[in-house]
């Protein structure tokens, strides 16, 4: 038994999701094997594209490895932060700079520097926010990398006891200290009695790092130059990589 953790971004959808793909994922897990998703995504996001495309899959990872899930929806596992720390977390990014900042909880909770007429009734200013039980995930957008860097340096220095930034270009997602995607797949090969010397992980961005340095590790060709540094093998896509594994197993 292997389980194949993918980022979803530029790696699975990378070129997007054609049938020829999804014949090769199937084979994958004809053969005993596992495959799962893993995204930066909120979860609602992760059981919405999925749900769309319906692409074989046995396991739906979001918020960086903070929700697991099956692919009903069923919650496998579930790593929370504090919620005392949300409004502090949430102030101080709007206060570097971060236009919005959305924390993926029980209830929708985006809040904006600015309110603008176009906003939805949902969405909610510093003064409006409302009190956050619990958050798996915070996250923003910045205009352009150098900045995003800024701000996730900052948030490591001021939040890094209890809080972890996760750059992916121009968006920061923020977990618990101590959750990444690598810990996530931890968790699901607990879950499923699995070493980790059995999970493959594939990737093409910064916040898939983590991952990449951990397991055996597969970087897309059209990934950045950092996890390509990390990986142990370069591969074009998912379906270059089952084929490859499935020919060595």
């Not at 700079?97 to 600015?114: L, N, Q, R, S």
Request: glycine share 8%; with cysteine.
């Amino acid at each position: 038994m292997k389980i194949i953790g993918s980022d979803y971004d530029g790696t699975l959808n990378h070129n997007g999701i054609d049938e020829a793909k999804k014949q090769k994922l199937q084979l994958w897990r004809s053969k005993g094997n596992f495959f799962a998703l893993i995204s930066g995504r909120f979860r609602d996001d992760v059981i919405e594209l999925y749900n769309r495309q319906r692409f074989p899959c046995d396991f739906l990872i979001a918020d960086n490895g903070a929700v697991i899930m099956k692919t009903d929806g069923t919650v496998v596992s579930h790593t929370r932060c504090n919620g005392s720390l949300a409004a502090p977390l949430i102030k101080a990014l709007l206060g570097w700079g971060c236009p919005w900042a959305k924390a993926d909880t029980d209830f929708c909770c985006k809040v904006y520097a600015e309110k603008s007429e176009r906003e939805a009734e949902t969405d909610f200013t510093l003064a409006t926010m409302p009190e956050v039980p619990y958050f798996n995930q915070v996250s923003t957008a910045l205009p352009d990398f150098e900045t995003a860097a800024r701000v996730t340096r900052l948030i490591d220095e001021h939040f890094g006891k209890s809080l972890k930034a996760l750059q992916n270009g121009t968006c920061i997602d923020i977990v618990r200290a101590d959750m990444n995607k690598a810990q996530g797949l931890r968790i699901l090969a607990d879950y499923l009695g699995a070493d980790c010397s059995d999970i493959i992980a594939v990737g093409d961005n910064i916040n898939d790092s983590d991952m990449i340095r951990e397991f055996r590790s597969y970087a897309m060709e059209n990934g950045v130059d950092s996890i390509k540094a990390l990986a142990d093998f370069i591969t074009p896509g998912v379906g270059e990589l089952i084929e490859k594994e499935l020919s060595e197993a």
